[in-house]
């Protein structure tokens, strides 16, 4: 677990800031699940060194343009991005500017707007994707 952080004290409204931050390794293979963190997060990971190239990065905050910093992003690397995100919200997710700092690193997206259900299972030496509607 990356996050919350040892000195974490929740408000008294929940916060995206609040989500659980999971490193999960299998073989050699390993996912980095963000939940809705936002920049703050991302920087004090970064900055603490717990983020590492992984081979799948559930992607922050549905995409929001408020998370996928270029510093997270370069820690981390991803192979695969996904990005659960419902068709057509109102919110504008996935935000542009995230989409293309993924395509800069050459990270397959793989979003739930456009492929439905994505499924990613490894034996810790490869990985199969499924997708399905």
Do not use: C
Not at 2 to 15: E, I, M, R, S, V
Not at 38 to 45: A, S, T
Not at 89 to 101: A, C, K, Q
Request: aromatic share 6%.
């Amino acid at each position: 677990m990356l996050a919350p952080f040892a000195d974490y004290q929740p408000a008294a409204t929940p916060k995206n800031d609040d989500s659980l931050v999971l490193r999960l390794r299998y073989g050699s293979r390993s996912f980095l699940l963000s939940g809705d963190i936002e920049k703050d997060v991302e920087r004090r990971m970064v900055g603490e060194n717990e983020v590492e190239p992984v081979d799948v990065l559930k992607v922050a905050h549905h995409g929001s343009r408020t998370s996928s910093t270029e510093e997270f992003l370069s820690a981390a690397n991803p192979s695969f991005a996904l990005i659960s995100v419902g068709v057509d919200n109102s919110y504008g997710h996935p935000n542009r500017d995230v989409l293309e700092r993924l395509e800069e690193r050459h990270s397959e997206i793989l979003r739930t707007d456009s492929s439905g259900l994505i499924t990613i299972r490894t034996d810790g030496d490869h990985l199969t994707v499924d997708t399905r509607w």
